[in-house]
């Protein structure tokens, strides 16, 4: 059975970090693309980023580019998000997800299985 848990979500002020980090357990990490995306109230699930197979390659949403920081750790099968310099903006539940045997992707469809997200508030 597959399985994405996400922790380290919370209450932050603006400007301040957060580090989520997605373990995964059923399935080979080391050969899934991985990606995190999120999904603020009213509004659709939209991507923030990703990371390829070894982590050779990332992606990132325009607007959290220079303040967020995707980063995998294959002996723990786990992937991460580093956040800093947080803004109000931020505020979302954060899922990440995982494209078997894929090098990760800006678009949701291209992933296979999702976490069950946790949620990120930031406070003016």
């Known amino acids: 059975q597959v399985q994405l848990v996400e922790s380290g979500g919370g209450l932050v002020q603006a400007g301040g970090s957060l580090r989520l980090s997605c373990t995964t357990s059923?399935?080979?990490?080391?050969?899934?693309?991985m990606g995190w995306f999120r999904q603020a109230p009213g509004k659709e699930r939209e991507f923030v980023a990703a990371i390829s197979m070894i982590g050779g390659i990332t992606y990132y949403q325009k607007s959290v580019r220079g303040r967020f920081t995707i980063s995998r750790d294959d002996a723990k099968n786990t992937v991460y998000l580093q956040m800093d310099s947080l803004k109000p903006e931020d505020t979302a539940v954060y899922f990440c997800?995982?494209?078997?045997?894929?090098?990760?992707?800006?678009?949701?469809?291209?992933?296979?299985?999702w976490g069950q997200g946790t949620q990120v508030t930031v406070s003016s």
């Open positions: 059923g399935l080979t990490f080391s050969g899934c693309g």
């Open positions: 997800a995982a494209d078997l045997g894929g090098p990760g992707s800006n678009w949701s469809s291209a992933y296979d299985f």
